[in-house]
């Protein structure tokens, strides 16, 4: 359970959140491989690579060793892509990627940590063009994520800020710095053993649908451990709260139906009471009486 709504004399606090398969079912940059190829970015063998690198990370996580090997493969692969193109591929299919493979839990959890006052900051190792979106898409009110060299509009393929292991828990401590964050307050959450540095980091540390290694972490440090199991599309997740429930609703059809009569009962009976009489008809004279 969250604590309560910030109390503004204090330092700010903020919620840390790692982004694939923490708020995200899936791994957010191997996600738009088939928009990639859509695009001409990438040829059919590659979304078939990156379709396989998917099915490893989902089903067991990855390790430093197979991070490194997917960092390098995705920095190659990305050399010499305009820029452009790609920040208009993620916008145009955003929506239709991403929306509906947000954890519910993830976006109720965001929900939560701003209604109490805290910031919340997206932390990933995925490209900003990438990451920047989805977080404006969730709210976030900031982004950290890895950020590639760019020489005239394209990528070089070489990497000039690599958000990973301790250099998230180095943007963190940044970002506390700079924003008058008190860390032994803040919030962190990760699916990751990678992540271990950021989530030591903060005064209340989360593991989110954890690898093996991060469990076992977590269940040593008595760390909470959290499930998010329903991904849902935003609309789907506004429209119902903002849709009453059904006994509310039709107490308010019965409501609005009493009101309706009562107003139709007034309406008649002070037209009638302001009205002027009526003359009366004589059917045997066929005359009116005055």
Known sequence: MLGGVENHSLPRTAAFFDLDKTVIAKSS??????????????????????????????????DHDQMERMRQYL????????????????????????????????ASLIEEHHAAGRDVVIVSTS?????????????????????????DGAFTGEIEYYAYGPTKAEAVRELAASEG?????????????????????????????????????AVSRDWPILCFNRPVRLKQRISALAMPSRPALLMAAAIGAAAATAGLMWFANRRRSTMPALPAFDAKSKRTVA
């Open 181 to 217: 964050y008190d860390l032994s307050r803040c919030y962190a959450y990760s699916d990751s053993i990678t992540d271990i540095p950021m989530l030591e980091a903060v005064g209340h540390p989360h593991a989110v649908n954890p690898d093996r290694a991060l469990r076992r972490e």
């Open 75 to 106: 920095s190659a692969l990305c050399r010499g892509w305009n820029v452009q193109q790609v920040r208009e591929i993620v916008a145009e299919t955003l929506h239709e990627l991403i929306d509906p493979i947000i954890y519910d839990e993830a």
């Open 29 to 62: 940059t191997l996600t738009f491989s088939k928009s990639f190829y859509q695009g001409g970015l990438i040829n059919r063998r590659a979304v078939l690579r990156t379709a396989y690198a998917q099915f490893v990370f989902l089903a067991g996580g990855a």
């Open 127 to 151: 490209g900003a063009e990438v990451v920047e979106p989805i977080g404006a898409l969730l709210g976030a009110d900031r982004v950290v994520a890895t950020r590639m060299v760019v020489e």
